[in-house]
């Protein structure tokens, strides 16, 4: 389970406050109006921007630790691939930062850009890659780390709607496969009622608790009215 207990995100007059608990293998939508705080909430989670309260990981408080030893993989709007490197030395920065490597890790990057459709493609550099591809490598690398909470900032937000469903299907069966617990960053209603059971809506300074998504987006509130113009 991952609990957020009474966390509270202070940056200068920004404030956000969350406290709720979604079960393990759950997939979450967290969507809002730009500025109200959606990145801000899993870069606390990530342990990249400071919060009171706590964020507990199956009773485990995350607070000391440091940001690469949580129990959590995320993934970037902009992929945070190294152009200098082959996609499957990327890749094997998910194993060893150091990219010491055996033998058996080699055959586990294989096995997973097979996995995620990129078979053969291990000694490319990330531009020789299309959008679609690099997005593939980016989960690719997040799947070798295999933690049990994958955090998505938007990853495939420049994708087209297509090839932006295939991904999120992607994400969805190989979670499902590893029972890994996903919140996702999104602008898009519909990404959300694809993707997640739960949604999260935030605003005026709340991280509301998870909802099903159906059920909001049936009844949305007046805040989520307004962000969507209706």
């Known amino acids: 389970m991952l609990r957020l207990d009474r966390v509270e995100i202070s940056q200068g007059t920004f404030r956000l406050t969350a406290d709720w608990q979604v079960s393990a293998g759950e997939k979450v939508a967290v969507i809002g109006p730009s500025g109200a705080g959606k990145s801000t909430l899993l870069m606390a989670l990530a342990g990249f921007v400071p919060y009171a309260g706590k964020v507990l990981w199956q009773g485990g408080d995350l607070g000391p630790m440091p940001p690469g030893e949580r129990p959590l993989s995320i993934l970037f709007q902009d992929q945070n691939l190294f152009p200098h490197l082959t996609v ?4 094997g920065l998910g ?3 150091r990219l010491s490597l055996g033998a ?3 055959a586990r990057i294989e096995t997973t850009l097979q996995r995620v ?3 053969g493609m291990g000694a490319r550099k990330p531009g020789q890659l299309s959008g679609g591809q690099i ?5 690719a690398r997040a ?3 295999a933690r049990p909470i994958l955090l998505l900032d938007e990853p ?3 994708l087209g709607p297509a090839l932006k469903a295939e991904m999120l299907d992607l994400v969805a069966e190989t979670a499902a496969e590893t029972g890994a617990t996903v919140l996702m960053v999104t602008h898009d209603p519909a990404d959300a009622r694809r993707f997640a059971g739960l949604t999260v809506l935030v605003e005026a300074g709340i991280a509301h608790a998870p909802q099903p998504t159906a059920d909001l987006f049936a009844n949305p509130p007046p805040a ?7």
């Open 117 to 119: 459709g990129l078979g």
């Open 156 to 158: 495939f937000a420049a």
């Open 135 to 139: 997005g593939r490598a980016a989960l």
């Open 143 to 145: 799947l070798l780390r």
């Open 224 to 230: 989520l009215q307004a962000y969507l113009g209706q």
């Open 95 to 97: 194993i060893s930062p």
């Open 104 to 106: 058996e890790d080699h």
């Open 88 to 91: 499957a030395q990327n890749l």
